[in-house]
Structures are given as structure tokens and as C-alpha cells.
């Protein structure tokens, strides 16, 4: 899960698709990461954690990561939060392999429409809280889509 400051999209992502793992039983891992190295070692943003802890969720103890090349050899999959941080992604690919694994997340549940997943950053609760919406309604698609495979 990526986004570009790994503080508020990208840690919500991990912990509503942590969530889903447990609900469906599936063997996996997640995580996530940012674009850019402006939060390394922070916590997420208080607004993203106080939304999740709503629904049984506790991403407090997360620590800002940036993505980074050998993050194509670790994960199968790779979901951005929108296009800018999809192309940011993209860019450091080293093959037609690494650029395979690379999706929007919100592809999941409007496959080929380029939805993103809005930063709630500069807004308000009302927006993390749509946030997650949309996280939840991908991250259970996606949970489906991989119980199946």
C-alpha cells in the first residue's frame, strides 16, 4: 500500500487490509510505504489512527517508510493510492515484471476508471472517515479476489 507520505492513506490501507486477512483467513502480508521521505519513522497521522480505532483498528504503532526499488522483490502485489504516486512507482521499476505488480488501489472495485483514493491530509474527519470508506469497499474487494486465486 502506497501513498506519499505513508502517514494517512497508505497506513489506513495496511490496517483495513491487516483486517481483512484475519476476516477471510487468507496467508498474507501487508504493508506500506510512501513515495516521498517526508515522514520516515513517524507515527500516522492522529486523524487517520482516531478513524480506524472506530472500527477495531490500531495502526498507532506504525512508523513512516519510504518505498524503495527492493520493494519489487519483496511484495507480489502493489497498490497506489493515486496516479501521481502510481507513476512515482512505475518510475523506479527495472523491468516489465516489477511494472506488472503495480495497480491502483481503488482498481479493485472500479476496475480501469483511475479512481484514487483522495488524500484527506489538508481536510477534515469527515474526510478520513471517507477515506476509509473507500479503503474498506477495495481492501474487501481485493480480500475476495484473493481468497479466490
Known sequence: MVCLGNICRSPMAE??????????????EVNSK??????????????????????????????GQQFTVSDFDTYDLIFAMDLSNFDNIISLA????????VNLMMDESFPNKQKIVPDPYY??????????????HACEDLAKRLVKM
Not at 490496517?15 to 498474507?28: E, N
Not at 510512501?34 to 512508523?63: C, F, M, V, W
Not at 474527519?125 to 470508506?133: I, K, R
Open 15 to 28: 490496517g483495513v487490509m491487516r483486517q481483512k486477512i484475519d476476516k477471510f483467513g487468507l496467508s498474507a
Open 34 to 63: 510512501g513515495t516521498a521521505n517526508y515522514h520516515i519513522g513517524e507515527a500516522p497521522d492522529s486523524r487517520a489512527t482516531q478513524t480506524l480505532l472506530k472500527y477495531g483498528i490500531d495502526i498507532s504503532k506504525h512508523q
Open 94 to 101: 527495472r523491468n516489465a515484471k516489477d511494472k506488472t505488480k
Open 123 to 136: 481536510g477534515n474527519l469527515q474526510d478520513f472517515e471517507e477515506t476509509y470508506n473507500l479503503l474498506n
